[in-house]
């Protein structure tokens, strides 16, 4: 079974650190895009990481950029997100997803979608 | 970035027909997919590309495109189809994913 698990949520103070992990199973882990994305209490998705299969490429949100840092060790089919200088605002939900990419020749129009979720890590932070 | 623009709630009646839209410039270029998400649960995938569905999801769900506007249709919605829909494509600038802001449906 294709499966994401995300792990490593917690409380932590402003201007703490967490560490989230995401464990990945039932496919070649290296061969995809995988995304962090997160979901404030009561609030939308929101798009906050990337990284490309082999981990050479990264992407963020100006939301979190300079703080948070996107890894992956795909001998342990694992990916990683490092939270430093946690703000009260960056208290969410935190999914990891699978990304795919398609491209339609007939209208020259490309996708990408996410097509596997994790369940969710909650992040709080507070004092 | 690019922004994509929804409606933040839609109601309709049991059985009936209902459409979700989703605009933004990165739409003239880029499909839309479309997720569902259910109060405490995570989302998942409905529609993607052009008008493509995962494995399991009911046929009553479809997918079009016009210019910037891109929408899920419910052909027959069920009380069970009571979630919150969100669409995302790509960026047009930049290389990532942006999502709506999500439209809760309601089934009457």
């Known amino acids: 079974e294709v499966q994401l698990l995300e792990s490593g949520g917690g409380l932590a103070q402003p201007g703490g650190s967490l560490r989230l992990s995401c464990a990945a199973s039932?496919?070649?882990?290296?061969?995809?895009?995988i995304i962090w994305v997160r979901q404030a209490p009561g609030k939308g998705l929101e798009w906050v990481s990337g990284?490309?299969?082999?981990?050479?490429?990264?992407y963020y949100a100006d939301s979190v950029k300079g703080r948070f840092t996107i890894s992956r060790d795909n001998s342990k089919n694992t990916l990683f997100l490092q939270m430093t200088s946690l703000r009260v605002e960056d208290t969410a939900v935190y999914y990891c997803?699978?990304?795919?990419?398609?491209?339609?020749?007939?209208?020259?129009?490309?996708?990408?979608?996410?097509?596997?979720w994790g369940k969710g890590t909650t992040v709080t932070v507070s004092s | 970035s690019s922004e994509l623009t929804q409606d933040p709630a839609v109601s309709v009646a049991l059985g009936q027909t209902v459409r979700i839209t989703c605009q933004g410039d990165?739409?003239?270029?880029?499909?839309a997919s479309w997720s569902q998400q259910k109060p405490g649960q995570a989302p998942i995938l409905v529609i993607y590309?052009?008008?493509n569905r995962p494995s399991g999801i009911p046929d009553r769900f479809s997918g079009s495109s016009s210019g910037n506007t891109a929408s899920l249709t419910i052909t027959g919605a069920q009380a069970e189809d009571e979630a919150d829909y969100y669409c995302?494509?790509?960026?047009?600038?930049?290389?990532?994913?942006?999502f709506g802001g999500g439209t809760k449906l309601t089934v009457l």
């Open positions: 997803a699978r990304q795919e990419a398609g491209y339609d020749s007939s209208t020259y129009y490309s996708y990408y979608y996410l097509d596997v």
């Open positions: 990165s739409l003239r270029s880029y499909y």
């Open positions: 990284i490309s299969g082999s981990g050479g490429v990264t």
């Open positions: 995302n494509s790509r960026d047009s600038s930049y290389n990532h994913v942006i």
């Open positions: 590309g052009k008008n």
């Open positions: 039932g496919f070649i882990f290296s061969n995809y895009v």
